[in-house]
C-alpha cells in the first residue's frame, strides 16, 4: 500500500490501478446519465495509455488499456488493467463527478478535476480531454494552439496542460476530425507527468 500511495502522490494513479489488478473490479455505476435533446451524439472510444512521471529523482510508470464513453454532456471513463479487469471508473455530469475504485464507497464532488485532485492527490484533465479527444479546445481560455495545413490541431496549452495531437485517424471529407494519438504533459509540484493515449477503435 505504501508504494500505491506514492503513486498515487506523484500523479500516477493509472501506474497504482494497474499495479493492484488482484482486487475486486468495479462494475460500472446504473447513474450514468443518457443524453437529453439535443445532445451530442454518443462517442465510444477504446485504447491504451501510458504515464510516466519522475519524483525525487526516480522515474516511474505504468500502462493499461481505457475506455471513454460520452452521451452529450455525460462522460465515463473506465481505466482497465492489462489483464482487462475494470479498476477504476470517473463519471463526469454536469455539476457533478463520481470516482469510483475497488472496495470503496464512490466519492463526489461538482468537478471531477476537483475530485480526482481530492481523492488521488492528482488531477487527470477529464473535463477538458472531453473536447481535446475531438480534437478541439476545451471551454475557457487557451494559451496557444498551433494547427497543420488543413486546420486539424497539432498543439494545445490550456488549463495548465501541453496537448500535442500526434496522430489522426482517417476520415471522410467534411467529418469530424478523430484522434488516434495524443500525449499531455503538465508540471505540477515540480514533478513532471506525461500520459499517451492512443485509440485504437
Not at 472510444?45 to 455525460?74: I, K, M, Y
Not at 463520481?98 to 463526489?108: G, I, K, V, Y
Not at 487557451?142 to 495531437?165: I, N, Y
Amino acid at each position: 500500500m505504501t508504494t500505491r500511495r506514492s503513486l498515487l502522490r506523484a500523479g500516477l494513479v493509472l501506474g497504482a490501478l494497474a499495479a493492484v489488478s488482484g482486487c475486486a473490479s468495479v462494475t460500472p455505476g446504473a447513474g450514468f446519465a443518457p443524453a437529453g435533446a439535443g445532445a451530442d451524439r454518443t462517442i465510444e472510444l477504446r485504447g491504451r495509455f501510458s504515464a510516466r512521471t519522475e519524483r525525487n529523482g526516480r522515474e516511474e510508470g505504468a500502462h493499461g488499456n481505457f475506455v471513454w464513453l460520452q452521451r452529450g454532456d455525460s462522460v465515463q471513463l473506465s481505466l482497465v488493467s492489462p489483464l482487462g479487469q475494470t479498476l477504476a471508473i470517473v463519471t463526469a455530469l454536469p455539476g457533478e463527478a463520481t470516482l469510483e475504485l475497488p472496495n470503496q464507497a464512490p466519492r463526489s464532488a461538482p468537478e471531477v478535476d476537483m475530485l480526482m485532485q481530492q481523492a488521488l492527490g492528482f488531477s487527470l484533465p477529464v473535463s477538458g480531454m472531453r473536447d481535446w479527444l475531438q480534437a478541439r479546445p476545451a471551454p475557457g481560455p487557451v494559451v496557444r494552439a498551433e494547427r497543420d495545413a488543413t486546420g486539424r490541431l497539432t498543439q494545445l496549452e490550456q488549463h495548465g496542460w501541453t496537448v500535442r495531437f500526434q496522430e489522426y485517424r482517417e476520415t471522410s471529407a467534411g467529418d469530424t476530425p478523430r484522434v488516434r494519438r495524443m500525449d499531455l504533459a503538465r508540471t505540477l509540484d515540480g514533478e513532471p507527468l506525461s500520459v499517451r493515449l492512443v485509440v485504437d477503435e
